[in-house]
């Protein structure tokens, strides 16, 4: 699921996934929705690879590494 992987990357890079919100200029409600099963967009979701230093594929749950 999106959320878990996102939620271990922000755990690897020491910052959690609602300061990542923040530190993007978007709103908390997000984080619920992600946590409930959905998706960002492609360019949030870019942004958010760039930041963690992580591939979109791994957000996505398509590669582990």
């Known amino acids: ?3 878990d992987q ?3 990357a922000c755990k690897a890079n020491n910052t959690t996934v ?3 919100i923040k530190e993007l200029g978007m ?11 959905g998706v960002p ?3 949030v979701l870019k942004k958010m ?3 963690l230093n992580v591939s ?4 996505l749950e398509m590669n582990e590494e």
């Open 1 to 3: 699921m999106f959320y």
């Open 6 to 8: 996102l939620k271990k």
């Open 18 to 20: 609602t300061a990542l």
């Open 27 to 37: 709103s908390t409600g997000n984080g619920t929705s992600w946590k409930n099963g």
């Open 41 to 43: 967009s492609i360019e």
């Open 49 to 51: 690879a760039k930041r």
């Open 56 to 59: 979109t594929d791994y957000l």
